[in-house]
C-alpha cells in the first residue's frame, strides 16, 4: 500500500508540473486578453497527437518536442488575429467563438487522425529506483522538463525587454499604448506564447497518455480550477494550485477511484474560494 501511495503522489507531483505549463498558458491568455479560452484543453490534444504524428514522421521525439510548440505559436497568432480579435470586445462572444474552436478541433482531428486511441512509446526506457519504488525514467525527465520550461518563461517574464512589454499591457492597455507599446501585437503574441505552453504541454505529456481527439476534455476543467485556485490572471498562483491539485488528486486515487479524487479538487476549489473569494494567491502583482 505504501508504494501504491508513494507512485501515485509522484505522478500527481509530475502531472502537476505538466498541467502548471498548461494552466500557465491559459493564464497568461485571461491575464492579458480577459478570454475565457473555451478551446485551451484542445490546445493540449494537438500538441498529444502533433507530438506522435512528427515524431513518427521525422524519427525524432526530440525534434517533435521543439517543433511543436513552434506551431504552436505561430496557430496561437493566426487564430488570436481571425478567430478571437474581432470578438475580444464581448465577454460572451468569445465564449462560444472559443467553444466553436473546441468542436473544430476535436472534429477536425477526429476526421484526420483517426477515432482510436494511440499509445506513444516513451523516449526514454527504464525505470530508477526511488523513495524505494521502481519510476519510469521518462517521467522523471518530463517532470523535470517542465519544471525548466516554467522557470524559463518566468525569467522571460520579468528579465526581457518583451516580457517588461507583455507585464505592462496586463497591468495597464491604456498607458502602455500612450507609452507607444504595440498593445494589438503584444496581444496577439501572448496568445501565441499560451497557444505554444499547452501544445508543448501536450507534446512531453504524449509518451504518458492516450493520444485521442478527446484527451483535452479532461484536462479543461482542471486548468480552470488551478487558474481560480492560484487566483484570476495570478501566474504563480497558476503554477503552485495546479500542482497542489494533481497531487492531492494522486493521493486521493490510492485510496478510492478518480470520480471521487475530482470532486476532491471540486470541494478543495469550492472551500478556498469560500474563504479566500479572489484566489488562494490573490494580492500578489499582476
Given amino acids: 500500500m505504501r508504494e501504491v501511495v508513494l507512485a501515485l503522489a509522484i505522478n500527481g507531483l509530475v502531472w502537476g508540473l505538466i498541467i502548471a505549463l498548461i494552466a500557465l498558458g491559459l493564464s497568461v491568455i485571461f491575464g492579458l486578453l480577459d478570454i475565457i479560452n473555451v478551446a485551451h484543453g484542445d490546445f493540449f490534444m494537438l500538441g498529444t497527437v502533433g507530438g506522435l504524428v512528427l515524431t513518427t514522421l521525422t524519427g525524432?521525439?526530440?525534434?517533435?518536442?521543439?517543433?511543436?510548440p513552434v506551431i504552436g505559436f505561430v496557430i496561437g497568432i493566426v487564430l488570436e488575429r481571425v478567430?478571437?480579435?474581432?470578438?475580444?470586445?464581448?465577454?460572451s462572444l468569445t465564449?462560444?467563438?472559443?467553444?466553436?474552436?473546441?468542436?473544430?478541433?476535436?472534429?477536425?482531428?477526429?476526421?484526420?487522425?483517426?477515432?482510436?486511441?494511440?499509445?506513444?512509446?516513451?523516449?526514454?526506457?527504464?525505470?530508477?529506483?526511488l523513495f524505494g519504488i521502481d519510476?519510469?525514467?521518462?517521467?522523471?525527465?518530463?517532470?523535470?522538463f517542465a519544471a525548466l520550461c516554467l522557470a524559463?518563461?518566468?525569467?522571460?517574464?520579468?528579465?526581457?525587454?518583451?516580457?517588461?512589454?507583455?507585464?505592462?499591457?496586463?497591468?495597464d492597455p491604456e498607458t502602455a499604448t500612450s507609452l507607444g507599446i504595440p498593445v494589438a501585437r503584444i496581444c496577439a503574441i501572448t496568445?501565441?506564447?499560451?497557444?505554444?505552453?499547452?501544445?508543448?504541454?501536450?507534446?512531453?505529456?504524449?509518451?504518458?497518455?492516450?493520444?485521442?481527439?478527446?484527451?483535452?476534455?479532461d484536462i479543461l476543467p482542471f486548468c480552470f480550477m488551478a487558474v481560480i485556485i492560484g487566483g484570476l490572471g495570478n501566474l504563480q498562483g497558476t503554477v503552485a494550485a495546479a500542482v497542489l491539485l494533481s497531487v492531492l488528486e494522486g493521493l486521493v486515487t490510492s485510496f478510492t477511484d478518480p470520480?471521487?479524487?475530482?470532486?476532491?479538487?471540486?470541494?478543495?476549489?469550492?472551500?478556498?474560494?469560500?474563504?479566500?473569494?479572489h484566489g488562494l494567491f490573490a494580492g500578489a502583482t499582476r
Fill in 60 to 68: 525524432s521525439f526530440w525534434l517533435a518536442l521543439v517543433l511543436v
Fill in 152 to 171: 524559463l518563461f518566468f525569467l522571460f517574464l520579468n528579465r526581457t525587454k518583451l516580457g517588461t512589454w507583455i507585464r505592462a499591457v496586463r497591468h
Fill in 259 to 277: 470520480t471521487i479524487a475530482r470532486i476532491a479538487s471540486l470541494a478543495l476549489m469550492s472551500a478556498a474560494l469560500l474563504v479566500r473569494p
Fill in 135 to 144: 519510476y519510469d525514467i521518462y517521467r522523471i525527465f518530463a517532470a523535470a
Fill in 191 to 217: 496568445f501565441g506564447l499560451g497557444t505554444a505552453m499547452a501544445l508543448l504541454g501536450g507534446a512531453i505529456a504524449a509518451p504518458i497518455t492516450t493520444v485521442e481527439f478527446r484527451t483535452g476534455v
Fill in 83 to 91: 478567430v478571437i480579435r474581432p470578438t475580444i470586445r464581448q465577454a
Fill in 95 to 129: 465564449i462560444v467563438t472559443t467553444f466553436g474552436l473546441s468542436m473544430m478541433l476535436e472534429e477536425g482531428v477526429r476526421a484526420t487522425y483517426g477515432p482510436q486511441p494511440r499509445r506513444m512509446e516513451a523516449p526514454i526506457g527504464g525505470t530508477i529506483p
